[in-house]
């Protein structure tokens, strides 16, 4: 049923603006929790929250609708740019002259690509990842004080940032709601801090403590 309700294009991009919202809302929670990590407290208040989430009875339902959500987003994306090229062979050369919409659709695509593998990574290393007896917080704190850790991290958050900020305004589009120029900038806004947020911490983390 599922796969019927987002066969169509129409049904495709929908569907890619629903999950990607959905997504938008994860990484704010996510955001916010990691900012416990700026609390200068050893680490305590950002074990205590891991733990808190870890024991949630609603974990694993949730957890459950993070990874389908994650995959529908990113089956559709693919699905939706493999339409686009069977549909206009040519079409790359064609749409360059007119504007950056091509432009921003490939970038999307592959800052999308690189994000997935970003967090294929982060999992491996973080959710999954040998705390060596210590805590969470310890594991973060000793992942960022390495060079290459610490500059991959900014640079996915770079191209997490691009993503954010085409996908957010396109998915209102899909959605047939038109944003005024302040709603824009607002929009930009959110992008800078979710993408900004994120990497300001293993700078934070590898030049400061
Ligand atoms: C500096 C930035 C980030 C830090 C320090 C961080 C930290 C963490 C940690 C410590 C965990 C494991 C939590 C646990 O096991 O209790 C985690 C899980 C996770 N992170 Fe991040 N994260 C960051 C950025 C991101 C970004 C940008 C994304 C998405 C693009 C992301 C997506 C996830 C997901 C999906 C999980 C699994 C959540 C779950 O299973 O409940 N993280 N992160």
Redesign the pocket.
Known sequence: MLAKLFSGSVGKKLGMALTGLA?YM??AG??A??ML?FKGDGGAQYNAY??F??NHPL?VP??IG?ILV?ILHVWLAISVSLDNRRARPRGYQVERASGGRNWASATMLYSGLA?FT??II??IN???GDRGGGT?YD??MKS?KTPLYAGG?VL??VL?GFHLWHSFQSAFQTLGIQLSPRQRSASILVCLV??GG?????LWIFLFT
């Open positions: 997504l994860f990484l996510h955001l929790g990691n990590l891991s733990e989430l870890l974990i949730v957890e993070l994650l994000t970003f967090l982060h999992l973080f959710k999954y969470l594991l973060v960022f991290y996915a958050m997490l979710l993408a994120f990497g300001v911490i293993p």
